[in-house]
């Protein structure tokens, strides 16, 4: 995987011009028909797209550009048709010590992809075990290939999750479904996955890429401001209690009338126009 100075050389390079560098381990470019849809593809095909350091660093960088990016208002996350990510990468992680693992505080850098203020689509075909399952779970929307398969079958290499595999999967699927699924390690089908909560659409393979970016789109649309807000709303949910959180979205809907955005988008609704957000 990279090293620091190459590390510091592809992060100066993302920040100017994600879709044009050079990444070892994922495809980074702008999609849709104006351009504001962020797309990352894992890109290790003969490693089913095994989450290594370096991939996972990549994955950060270029999120960090599209966050930084104006034009870009959703982001979509991918791999191939056969794997989203077979999880983590275990010859990384095999002969770690705990002093590594908890003194390097160990894939804390993974969650950066649930920090990103704009809206993420996880669009997930074959496999996503393991960390695959956690990492489309730190995303916003999960939407399904029908062959796709979900699992965290870290206990059979005699561990469990550790990037939220335990914490996320029961808060999407509940107890019961989720004890089972990391006790056994057993999987469970894209269809079995919508039913269960964890995902919202399921389509066919060749669609599923081309309909998360629809997806995007979509949201790219709209006001970015206030997208960012609705999602801090609906983030705040798996946070805080009740009152708590009703408070909280009564002080972001309240904030909505701070934009010009908000004023734009009622006024154009009152004109039956179709509004035009320019993201202030």
Known sequence: CVN??????????????????????IIVEKRGENKNVGFIQLNRPKALNALC????KEVG??????????????IVITGSDRAFAAGADIKEMQNRTFQECYGGNFLAHWNRVSTVKKPVIAAVNGFALGGGCELAMMCDIIFAGEKAQFGQPEILLGTIPGAGGTQRLTRAVGKSLAMEMVLTGDRINAQDAKQSGLVSKVFPVDQLVSEAVKCGEKIAANSKLVSAMAKEAVNAAFELTLAEGNRLEKRLFHATFATDDRKEGMTAFVEKRKASFQDK
């Not at 350091?53 to 996972?56: E, F, N, P």
């Not at 960088?61 to 959703?74: K, R």
């Open 4 to 25: 620091s100075c190459c590390e510091v050389d592809l992060l100066l390079k993302v920040r100017t011009q994600p879709a044009l560098c050079q990444y070892e381990y």
């Open 53 to 56: 350091d370096g991939l996972m």
């Open 61 to 74: 960088y270029a999120l960090d550009a599209f966050e930084a990016d104006g034009e870009v208002g959703a």
